[in-house]
């Protein structure tokens, strides 16, 4: 029992003395020099959005339920058909209603100059199909995959080797390095 417990406070103590994971938002706050104050601004805003659009999706889906029941059961009221039809349109209407406001209060949270690299964040998204098809043809390297930081508990460490973890461009002039083919051995007979 007591070698149990020196075990587990062993482990505890490892695990608090590695660097933490870095946060989904380390490259955006990175590229857009965003403030710790900002970041938190925008997930209080993340939350208070999507509690409110839960509240409106639950609605729709009733409704949408409903609907779905009234034309199994064959029922031909039109006037009740279109009625909620309009219904699930207004809820549908609410909801980028929200979003939209929701978009707006996250942008006035940035400076102008955040606002400005957002928007060529936002031109580079419009470029993401044309960048897949250039890696799938070859004109374009892939990403590579890093591994997590970290000791390898169960394979999901740098002992896991490639292909664990977050993408990652590691090369030093931005220009990520092409993999080789791995051979898979055959299935045996």
Partial sequence: MIGRMLLVATLAGALAAQAPFPTATDALKSYLGLQDSQIESLRQLRQQQTQAIQSLVAELAARQRALREQLDRGVTDTAALG????????????????????????????????????????????????????????????????????????GFGPEAGPGFGPWRDSSADGVAPMRGLRRVPPLPR
């Fill in 83 to 154: 009625r909620a039809l309009l219904e699930i349109e207004g809820l549908r209407k609410r909801l980028t209603e929200v979003e939209n406001a929701a978009r707006n209060q996250a942008l006035a949270i940035l400076s102008s100059d955040q606002r400005a690299k957002l928007d060529a964040l936002e031109q580079a998204r419009k470029l993401e199909a044309a960048v897949r098809q250039a890696i799938a043809l070859g004109l374009l390297a892939p990403p590579t995959i890093e591994p997590w930081p970290g000791p390898g508990v169960r």
